[in-house]
């Protein structure tokens, strides 16, 4: 009887415990058994190790083989444990040192043929194994992934037989090459590009200054999609560490890891999504598009289209930036600090309101469509404005070259813009850290306050308009921000003003 240990981990949400693989070769019946709340993916991984080992050119033993992946009361699934039992079941065998597994992690599936195929949630588990002081072994297939840490020993290899060459000291596995961040950070859409509309464009800036939520009502054809699709373009580039935890997000999909990039993302689920798609779910538990969309934008189109449970359980995420699924077997809990912009019409045709187009809906008709969206949900979005057709220039459209020239001449660039916004950014990570919408509540700091007449003005709207705590803490946000694209270091009535402005109740 021989016994051998081998080291790798699972996934649960972002996080990777560490699952130790015991392999226990005694005499007996030939058997392999696999124990330790394995679901069946695990459980197949009998019959792709087997044959893998066999393919290689090694031998299987004929003893009875128990394999304990502990500990026992964590959920495992997929065929990432595939590696390590096959490296367990050889040294326990005698096929490769013991001493040689110390240290070490292993991740991988198998094919029947012994090449080592990629997985899912890589970049978590070598992230702990980083902070643990161990080296990797990982799919080849996984080297652009892998290739992202810097400070962890990762080795890669693509076939069983060069892992147990690696381990038996006859030909060492080659290190993983670092990724080279990108640099690139120009705009996928310009604010240039867009004509007219100067309330949308001024709440697009407030919005992209403070990380405010926005809802745009209007009309077909006023441009909500096209202001939407060009607030990344508004924001700083991702610093490494984010760059590396929305990866780390990606990597926890069936699609793998995301883009390499220092945009923004811009995730635009369609009004068919789940919440499950929307939040996350699933077994294994996967994150949604609102993390998917973390340190980014989440646009929502057609929102009353929406079901409203799906809305409803975007409700926690917008106030906290996390979202906490509980499931019978596991809980995990995703980051979602991201910024959501939606876009509706008035009424179910559109053109409620429109002075060329009349409105065949019935006031009936009107109000049901607009109740599909909660009172609670919508005190959540910092901003929202009423566009129509009266905002919107065409003369880009129809007047020639000569009148695009000069249409396009009078509008501001997203990098003009995005200088302002980031210098409003700059400003209020100075003064507390963060922006001015992800703060705890702004009645706990002084600098949102109001000077006398603003707050008057404040008092005087809550009352008129029937605003909840939660409505004014937002304006008030929203007053803060606006201050300090205008540097002030006061909310002036005028900051309070404009934020009212921008609240349709």
């Known amino acids: 009887m021989s016994l051998a240990t081998v080291c790798t981990r699972a996934q649960l949400g972002i996080d990777a415990p560490l699952v130790t693989c015991e392999v226990r070769v005694a005499g007996g019946l030939p058997r392999l058994r696999i124990v330790g709340l394995v679901e069946t993916a695990v459980k197949e991984s009998r019959e792709r190790v087997k044959a893998a080992i066999r393919q290689s050119g090694y031998e299987f033993p004929d003893g009875r083989i128990t394999v304990n992946l502990a500990p026992a009361d964590l959920p495992k699934g997929s065929g990432r444990f595939d590696l390590a039992i096959a490296i367990g079941i050889l040294a326990a065998s005698g096929q490769i040192p013991l001493e040689r597994l110390a240290g070490l992690e292993l991740y991988g599936e198998l094919s029947l043929t012994g090449s080592i195929r990629s997985v899912t949630g890589l970049l978590p588990a070598l992230t702990r194994a980083r902070d643990a002081g ?20 990762t080795l890669l290899a693509a076939h069983l037989v060069s892992v147990v060459d690696h381990l038996s000291g006859t030909a060492a596995l080659p290190g993983c090459p670092q990724v080279d961040w990108p640099v690139d950070t120009a705009p ?15 709440a697009l800036e407030i919005t992209a200054a403070g990380g405010h ?17 060009r607030l990344p373009g508004l924001l700083p580039p991702m610093t490494d560490d984010e760059v590396v935890e929305l990866l780390v997000l990606h990597s926890l999909t069936r699609s793998g890891s995301g883009p390499l990039t220092r945009r923004r993302s811009f995730r635009s689920p369609h009004h068919t999504a789940s919440p499950v798609a929307l939040v996350g779910g699933g077994r294994p538990l996967r994150p949604g598009e609102i993390s998917l969309a973390h340190h980014g934008v989440l646009f929502l189109d057609e929102l009353p289209e929406f079901a409203r449970p799906a809305l409803e359980a975007l409700r926690e995420p917008l106030e906290c930036g996390t ?15 991201f910024q959501l912009i939606a876009a509706m019409n008035p ?28 009172g609670p949900f919508l005190d959540r979005l910092d901003i929202r404005i009423e566009l129509d057709r009266s905002g919107l220039s065409l003369d880009h459209l129809i007047g020639g070259t000569a009148s695009l020239q000069a249409g396009s001449a009078g509008n501001e660039t997203t990098q003009t813009v995005r200088e ?21 509540s702004a009645a706990n700091h002084h600098w949102f306050r109001p000077d006398a007449k603003g707050c008057k003005l404040m008092e005087a709207a809550a009352k008129q308009f029937g605003l909840s705590a939660r409505a004014c803490d937002r304006c008030l946000r929203v007053a803060r921000t606006i201050a300090d694209l205008d540097a002030a270091d006061t909310v002036r009535t005028e900051h309070v003003a404009e934020a009212l402005s921008l609240r349709k109740e």
């Open 134 to 153: 161990c080296s990797c072994i990982v799919p080849a297939a996984c080297r652009m992934e892998a290739g992202l840490l810097h400070d962890v020993e």
């Open 420 to 440: 302002r916004v980031c210098r409003a950014i700059d400003l209020q990570l100075d003064r507390a850290g963060m922006q001015n919408a992800r703060l705890a």
């Open 347 to 374: 009424c179910p045709c559109g053109f409620t309101g429109d002075p060329k187009k009349l409105c065949r809906c019935t006031s009936g008709q009107i109000q049901r469509y607009q109740q599909r969206v909660s």
């Open 213 to 229: 939520h926005l809802l745009m009502i209007g009309p077909p054809g006023t441009g909500k999609t096209m202001f939407a699709q």
């Open 188 to 202: 996928a859409y310009d604010l240039a590009d867009l004509n007219g509309q100067a309330v949308a464009r001024r």
């Open 323 to 337: 979202i906490s699924i509980a499931r019978a077997e596991q809980t995990a809990v995703f980051p979602a600090r």
